[in-house]
């Protein structure tokens, strides 16, 4: 919608409206240039654009990960269709069309990976997911400085505070399978706080963070996630990094959680658990310096594919390999006495095929 008409990385194109081109995907990114629903500083709109180009390297379609050992973009079918077109003052409607669009993706039984916007999306993202995969089947795992579960904004049941609650109250899924990690700072107010405990949810506040760990706390997270629920919907608002971090955003809050953490965090997630949609929301360029927010929001998106890719392979959070150049040789090389000189070309052309497949049971 706000351009331009570039893909995720150079991934092909798709179209919703022609099911035809949805065939055997495994991925279907979705832009979702939405903002008004924020209540502070707009400009996310321009998110999906950011997302898809702020990486520099080659946008060749191909993303060799160094730790992982996959090629997400080569050994999964992964498309993008573009942005869905969201006209902020038709509020709702904008959001339906949204929840069409990411309805679609799932049905054809892709995973939808939508690039925001605000994170009212989230509303649509799931509501979407979950008519597809079931109806409170799908449970949510929600990074976030902020709970996003208020009642009524500037007098509105849409805001980018509020889809947590939309989403609970309709049932999309449901609260005490509703985990979200990062909280801090000064809002919601009790009465909230109150509602969202009666609801079941579970909410790690920094505090409880920095004193037990991320690991364990996600450790803790992913054993709520799959009881009793098919899948996961994972939704990433970056103002969960620290602003130092991530000064690209609508709504920065103090203190939170580094790069380094979200991305491992994203990455065991899409190891361990089943995805089966996401969302990363809330990169807001014009507030950005050096563009630090949008590279760490296309790092998010390529962590999350890398570890979906990975664990398709068997791959779990303990087979990583430990050290990055192990195993990785060609066993028979020929030695540099010799005067062979094929070393380079069968490093380059040994192929990730068959790197893969020593790996795959
Ligand atoms: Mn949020």
């Known amino acids: 919608m706000f351009g331009p008409d570039v893909t995720f990385c150079g991934v092909p194109r798709c179209d919703l409206d022609d099911p035809s081109t949805l065939t055997a995907a495994d991925v279907v990114i979705i832009g979702a240039p939405y903002d008004a629903g924020t209540s502070y500083r707009a400009g996310a709109r321009f998110g999906p654009k950011m997302i898809r180009t702020t990486d520099y390297l080659e946008h060749d379609s191909s993303r060799p990960h160094l730790a992982l050992r996959v090629d997400p973009l080569r050994d999964m079918k992964v498309l993008d269709a573009g942005d869905v077109l969201m006209p902020g003052v038709e509020g709702k409607a904008a959001l339906d069309a949204l929840e069409s669009a990411v309805w ?101 506040e920094m505090h409880e963070v920095v004193s037990r760990g991320l690991d364990a706390v996600l450790e803790e997270a992913f054993a709520i996630a799959i009881d009793g629920c098919d899948g996961v919907f994972v939704s990433v608002d970056l103002d969960v990094v620290d602003p130092g971090m991530a000064p690209g955003t609508g709504t920065p809050e103090p203190g939170g959680i580094t790069s380094r953490q979200l991305l491992d965090a994203v990455r065991r997630i899409a190891i361990e658990l089943p995805v089966v949609g996401a969302d990363v929301v809330e990169v807001a360029p014009a507030y950005d310096a050096a563009e630090i927010t949008s590279f760490l929001a296309n790092r998010v998106v390529l962590e999350m594919l890398s570890g979906i890719a990975y664990r398709r392979t068997g791959g779990t959070w303990e087979s990583i390999p430990k050290t990055l150049l192990e195993g990785r040789a060609a066993p028979l090389r020929p030695s540099r006495e010799d005067g062979s000189s094929s070393q380079a070309p069968r490093a380059s052309s040994a192929p990730r095929r068959g790197r893969r497949a020593a790996r795959t049971r």
């Open 104 to 204: 679609t993706a799932a049905e054809a039984g892709a995973i939808p990976l939508i690039l925001g916007g605000d994170h009212t999306i989230t509303w649509p993202d799931v509501t979407g997911v979950a008519r597809a995969r079931g109806w409170g089947r799908v449970s949510v795992i929600h990074f976030d400085a902020h709970a996003d579960t208020g009642d009524v904004q500037y007098g509105s049941l849409i805001g980018h505070g509020l889809p947590m609650r939309r989403l609970i109250e309709s049932g999309a899924c449901r609260g005490d399978r509703f985990l979200q990690i990062g909280l801090r700072g000064y809002w919601p107010e009790p009465p909230t706080l109150q509602w969202m405990a009666e609801q079941g949810m579970r909410s790690f």
